[in-house]
């Protein structure tokens, strides 16, 4: 191995009920099953080419679901490809009445929401470097630019 990774390949959760957390991964945000081992678990990607970046093993009803306080995974983060992406999803979790948060990362903006066993997803947009605010970097320093709500958007454009 060289110094460093090439990058994240894949994160796998453990779940209570594999169905279930397939179809919510599925809908939500477009996912493809790639692999599977019987109904123990199974491998998703979004892209075609990619074996798969999340993996879930079934777990069983009974098994607790993350804690607030624990050490654990925070979120996991999926990168969309456009503003209009992020903004897609935003709306269709206020149609839904899905509860979620706004994350203003400066160079980029997230939308926060749960899957069935309560683990969080983010899904963001992000800036190119060279479209970065002024003062913005990776902890933030500055307010994204793109309005998230479709309303302001539209009266931006008039």
Known sequence: M???PRQLGHLVIKVR???RSEEFYKDWLG???TGRIGEKMVFLSAHADSSH???MIAMGDDTPGPEKNRVGLAHMA???DTMDDLRSLHGRLKREKRQFSIGDHGIS???YFHDPDGNQIECFYELTRDKWPQGANVTGGAK???PLEEEALAASDA
Do not use: R
């Open 144 to 146: 994204f630019p793109l």
């Open 53 to 55: 970046e999340l993996a």
């Open 109 to 111: 903006l997230g939308v």
């Open 31 to 33: 996912l493809s099953e």
């Open 78 to 80: 999926w990168q969309l």
């Open 17 to 19: 009920d594999l169905k």
């Open 2 to 4: 060289g110094k460093t």
